[in-house]
């Protein structure tokens, strides 16, 4: 799913990333709202440059819309204390992603409001601009190219909010059922499993709605499009819980064996646990702001949800120019996993010293048996034991 991106801008210090099939659809959308949507409005009275004129404002106003409520999200998480990577605009509206999980259910809950009260809130707004421009004398010629834009505009915000408050996952609405779920049992894997299917259950009724309006009111635009939203909801939604549900078994994983790796003259002895790793996904930039800013080490495990995806080394990353630091994925200057970048926990503490005698990266990253990444070795660590 991931394609080349681009970044457009940085709001608050979060740099907004729009993916290449991002940037057809806004074309589309411009030449849609100017020779059909606004002329039909309009019934043709205005010259054809003003249709494209109004095309482009009402584009760039949706997604200006879209992004202030992605917007909204961010800066609710930055409130709850959870970094942010970025805000992404893709062909199916955006998302932002967050460094880290809600780990309260009102905290997930307040930044799942926030996107689609944003949306509310600036529908109303276009709802006011609407009224003004209705007041405005009706000789004044752009009363009715104006007074389309902000219907069209008061209306897409209002179902932006309205398609976003669905309760299921990976949606807004889902994501506040799950936090209210969670809130009342306690128990936020269960809540996530219902919230999840009951986001592959609105899937299905969005795709089946899709295909009924084709045979019934000859909607075939209509009816791919939403096929393809409610397939593309469906492996969101799915995806989404898997991966919660990894993290959370590696978190029990995690507890269980706390105690079984400190055994005398293992690794898991000395180790440093749990390990400093930078997401494969973050951008050069974010990994230099936050992780090196705040931990000093001359290499980092690259890992997510727990698996190691290779070895990230400050020496290879100053080859890297200053200009690609936000363009740049860790995982595009990442090394990839080898053999002499890791240890097991079990293994004894002479063996770790001639291993990390040789490592390139100075550091070994400490697995357990399942391959999920649990500590960090140097040599700093080896020293105690040693002594
Ligand atoms: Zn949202």
């Known amino acids: 799913m991931r394609f080349r991106t681009l970044q457009l801008m940085r709001l608050f210090g979060i740099p907004v990333i729009v993916d290449y099939s991002w940037l057809p659809v806004v074309g589309l959308h411009v030449w849609l709202a100017s020779a059909f949507y606004l002329p039909q409005q309009t019934a043709g009275a205005l010259p054809v440059w003003e249709y494209y004129v109004f095309g482009v404002l009402m584009t760039v106003l949706l997604f200006g819309s879209i992004l202030a409520h992605e917007l909204a999200h961010a800066l609710m998480a930055r409130l709850e204390g959870i ?153 969101v939604a799915e995806s989404d819980y898997r991966r919660r549900q990894r993290v959370h078994t590696a978190e029990i994983a995690q507890q269980r064996n706390e105690a079984r790796w400190r055994i005398e003259g293992t690794v898991g002895s000395v180790m440093t646990a749990p390990a400093v790793s930078v997401s494969p996904d973050a951008r050069i930039s974010e990994f230099i702001d936050h992780t090196l800013a705040e931990h000093r080490h001359a290499s980092f495990p690259v890992a997510r949800d727990g698996r190691l995806h290779g070895m990230l080394l400050l020496e290879r990353l100053r080859e890297v120019p200053r200009e690609q630091w936000e363009r740049l994925a860790v995982r595009d200057v990442m090394e990839p996993v080898r053999e002499d970048y890791f240890i097991t926990v079990r293994a004894s503490l002479d063996y770790a010293a001639r291993k990390l005698e040789s490592s390139p990266a100075g550091h070994l990253a400490v697995i357990d048996a399942d391959g999920f990444l649990i500590g960090y070795l140097g040599p700093g660590d080896l020293k105690i034991p040693a002594a």
């Open 83 to 235: 970094k942010i990577y970025d805000i992404q605009l893709h062909i199916f509206g955006g998302w932002t992603r967050l460094a880290g999980e809600p780990d309260r259910p009102m905290a997930e809950l307040r930044i799942a409001v926030a996107g689609p009260a944003m949306s509310f809130l600036i529908g109303v707004l276009f709802i006011l601009c609407l009224l003004v421009v209705q007041a405005i004398a009706p000789e004044y010629p752009l009363r009715l190219p104006l007074r389309e834009t902000f219907r069209y505009l008061f209306l897409g915000n209002f179902v932006l909010a309205m398609f976003n408050l669905l309760p299921g996952l990976p949606l807004d609405g889902g994501r506040a059922l799950r936090a209210w779920l969670w809130h009342r049992s306690g128990d936020v894997m269960e809540a996530t499993l219902l919230a999840k299917r009951m986001g592959v259950g609105i899937a299905y009724m969005i795709s089946s709605f899709g295909i009924f309006s084709a045979f019934w009111w000859g909607e075939y635009l209509t009816a791919v499009w939403m096929v393809i939203v409610g397939f593309f909801l469906k492996n």
